[in-house]
Nanobody, 114 residues
């Protein structure tokens, strides 16, 4: 009953910025946690950032100070503002919504060229 839909991925040069969006569609009751994960080829999926219902945020050390996660509770939409992008940020980025159970988006490709 909850389907995350991601947008905003693409190709950007090193030092540039992108903003990812994740919107929920379908009938929901409450989203407790929203998070962004990423997975590069040959590597495990890793947490990038998450935000809980009260507004507290957590970031991976590798993105701290460069990325900002936020959410619009009324719209059930989450954003990831990515600044000062590096080639190491290249990955498929996945949205995770937690409302009783986890709901994953399909992923959106982010490619950062050097």
């Amino acid at each position: 009953q909850l389907q995350p839909v991601e947008s905003g991925g693409g190709l950007v040069q090193a030092g540039g910025s992108l903003r990812l969006s994740c919107a929920a569609s379908g009938s929901i009751f409450s989203i407790n946690v929203m998070g962004w994960y990423r997975q590069a080829p040959g590597k495990q999926r890793e947490l990038v950032a998450n935000i809980i219902s009260g507004g507290s945020t957590n970031y991976a050390d590798s993105v701290k100070g460069r990325f900002t996660i936020s959410r619009d509770n009324a719209k059930n939409t989450m954003y990831l503002q990515m600044n000062s992008l590096k080639p190491e940020d290249t990955a498929v980025y996945y949205c995770l919504l937690v409302a009783g159970r986890g709901y994953w988006g399909q992923g959106t490709q982010v490619t950062v060229s050097s």
